[in-house]
């Protein structure tokens, strides 16, 4: 079998939370699934990187500042047709309903568990990749 390496865009205006979510979903979160990860810490730079790269997953800070990652993963399915599938971090439980407002295929709750994350990043992709 061989493996699929997928792009996964982090963002979050904090380095330590890239961080963290780099770790938490590993390089390897499934069998046949290899991640390479670009980054970006603002808006401008999360455009720039789905306009430059094939991104297969969006993962985004929601707790980012000035511009969130409910906000944005809402831009981006507004202004493309071939957005990528996005899953965002958030710290309130209370904030589901946002990211269903924001149109996300997946949420995740900080601190970041590194079963569940790589486990929802797994079924994100494979979900994505058959559509």
């Known amino acids: 079998m061989s493996e699929r390496l997928c792009t996964v865009l982090l963002y979050s205006d904090d380095q330590q939370v890239r961080d963290r979510m780099r770790l938490a979903v590993g390089t390897r979160p499934a069998p046949g699934i290899q991640i390479e990860f670009v980054e970006a810490s603002d808006y401008a730079g999360c455009v720039r990187l789905v306009d430059d790269y094939e991104i297969d997953l969006m993962l985004l800070d929601g ?3 000035p511009g969130g990652g409910l906000g944005i993963a809402r ?3 507004d202004d493309r047709d071939d957005a990528p599938p ?4 958030i710290a309130r439980a209370a904030d589901r309903w946002l ?3 924001a ?3 997946g949420v995740l709750m900080h601190p970041l568990d590194p079963v569940t994350t790589g486990t929802t990043v797994a079924e994100l992709l494979h979900t994505h990749a058959a559509a």
């Open 75 to 77: 831009q981006i399915k």
């Open 86 to 89: 996005t899953c965002v971090v």
């Open 103 to 105: 149109q996300v295929d």
């Open 63 to 65: 707790e980012a500042s």
């Open 99 to 101: 990211a269903s407002y």
